[in-house]
């Protein structure tokens, strides 16, 4: 193990460990090790929730309604056209970044040492 950690954006963007940069991150398509299995970080309390999937969206969104809405307004091709031009640019541009995007808000979450909110009792009599 290394003495520090790697650059959260490459860690993320490859998938690997935030803390060392050499284990795998997910088992599966998108979810996370229990842990490490080079540094033994516990991935249990990391979580993404839907932070990349909403990010994907608004993305694929203004990608995809900009690009149908020029092909519309110069070609007007029929409608069946744009079914088959557009349907697998939006299983592209939604699935294919999914997975780094979530790989890079954990190892954000990590860099940054993100946790859930707490609420701390005062001494009312201060």
Known sequence: MTDQSPSPIVAGLTCRCPACGKGKLFQGFLNLRPRCEHCGLDYAAMDSGDGPAVFI??????????????????????????????????????????????????????????????LEMRDPKQ
Do not use: D
């Open 57 to 118: 969206i608004l993305l694929a969104g203004f990608v995809v309604v900009f690009a149908a809405l020029v092909i519309e307004i110069v070609y007007q091709p029929p409608f069946w056209l744009h079914a088959v031009l557009w349907l697998p640019l939006i299983l592209a541009v939604t699935l294919l970044p999914l997975r780094p995007m979530k790989s890079l808000m954990v190892a954000l979450q990590y860099h940054h040492k993100a946790a859930e909110g707490r």
